[in-house]
């Protein structure tokens, strides 16, 4: 009787164990979890994407009972959607969280990268078998662009005159579930058919707000006329670009005439007027510099021009003289239409009136 109670007991443990490598060996099958090593065990994982190292980081916050455990990321990448894009050792419970990043190169982590959307796996391994394989979806960095504030400055560059927007400051939330790394800003503007570039280095960290400038890369002036421009910001992350509309103004000089001389030589055999200086007072009443290049008298249908080799300058709320030099014959004594054009680059202005020449 006692040998058939052995014999008995014997027989129920190796069912019990054949049952549970079975159970073992069906889960290892599912692809979720797989435990060879009876009692090895990983849980309370925990994961968030921070920056570290100027690069974007899975920090790995979890439990177990066996070490070392390799933990390693897998994600779209060359070798396809299950490409190995980091791995760590984790010798003791020291060594967490664990980091790993998206996007290496050299064994070095990249900074600035944007993390693609789509769908990673997170892989626990020990002594090469699978402990635990996590999915995670990823939308990657998603902006929201709150405001957009342009800096425009009407400037001269040798003698070409107008206008550079010269920075750009936007407000933008990251809505995303990764760090958003923002190095250019494009500036689509409608009415020129033309795209500006602007030059940043900005992180958004999930869930922020930031407010950041971006600087022209350029030294052109690529709007040449006054008026209103309608605009397009566009934020581009590499993995996906983010609008905003906008408009912005470009304002002309404005010049008023304080008071105008002219100067003359009468010829009374001919009863002949040759104008040859005029003496001119002009105010800036407008909030920008104005650059003259060239002033033109009109008088009676006759004209001449005087061009400046240096444009001249006349900053907002100055008033300054000039005095130029022309000739210009007029026939008879009389009072005359005169007309003084100024030309600005970008524009002219235009003062009209009336000359009396009458003898000395």
């Known amino acids: 009787m006692i040998s058939m109670r052995r014999d008995l007991i014997i027989a129920i443990s190796v069912s019990s164990i054949a049952i549970l490598m079975g159970a073992l060996t ?9 435990v060879p090593w009876v009692g090895a065990r990983v849980k309370n994982v925990e994961y968030e994407i921070a920056i570290y190292g100027g690069a974007p ?9 066996v070490y070392p455990v390799d933990v390693i990321l897998l994600g779209p990448g060359p070798k396809g959607p299950r490409t190995e894009l980091d791995r760590v050792t984790v010798y003791s419970s020291q060594d967490i969280p664990a980091r790993l990043f998206f996007s290496k190169i050299a ?13 990673y796996y997170l892989m626990f391994m020990y002594k090469g078998d699978v402990l635990l394989e996590q999915k995670i979806d990823l939308q990657g960095p998603v902006l929201t662009i709150k405001s957009a504030e342009l800096f425009i400055n009407f400037t001269i560059y040798w003698t070409q005159v107008g206008w550079r927007i010269e920075t750009i400051t936007l407000t ?4 995303g579930d990764c760090p958003a790394f923002i190095n250019w800003i494009k500036l689509y503007v409608y009415e020129l058919d033309k795209t500006l570039n602007f030059k940043t280095e900005t992180a ?32 581009s992350l590499g993995t996906a670009n983010f609008t905003y509309e906008t408009s912005f103004t470009t304002t002309a000089p404005q010049l008023e005439l304080v008071e ?9 055999d001919y009863d002949k007027y040759v104008i040859t200086q005029l003496d001119i007072t002009i105010k800036n009443t407008g909030p920008v510099p104005a650059y003259i ?14 061009a400046f080799s240096l444009p ?13 030099y022309i000739s210009l014959i007029v026939y008879g004594t009389g009072v005359y239409d005169a007309n003084i054009i100024i030309d600005l680059g970008v524009t002219t202005v235009s003062f009209s009136g009336q000359i009396e020449l009458t003898p000395p």
Do not use: M
């Not at 933008?172 to 809505?175: E, I, L, Q, S």
């Not at 001249?312 to 130029?324: E, K």
């Open 26 to 34: 069906t889960l290892g099958f599912l692809g979720y979890i797989y």
């Open 57 to 65: 980081t899975l920090v790995v916050r979890f439990s177990t009972n």
């Open 107 to 119: 064994g070095h982590p990249i900074p600035g990268y944007n993390v693609p959307a789509g769908t």
């Open 172 to 175: 933008a939330t990251n809505v």
């Open 204 to 235: 958004i960290e999930v869930g922020e707000t930031s407010t950041f400038t971006a600087r022209y890369w350029g030294f052109d002036i690529p709007i040449q006329s006054p008026g209103i421009y309608h605009a397009k910001i566009i934020v």
């Open 260 to 268: 105008a001389y002219y100067y003359y030589y009468y010829y009374p």
């Open 293 to 306: 290049f060239s002033i033109t008298v009109v008088v009676n249908g006759a004209s001449d021009t005087c």
């Open 312 to 324: 001249q300058t006349v900053r907002p709320g100055q008033t300054i003289t000039l005095t130029i």
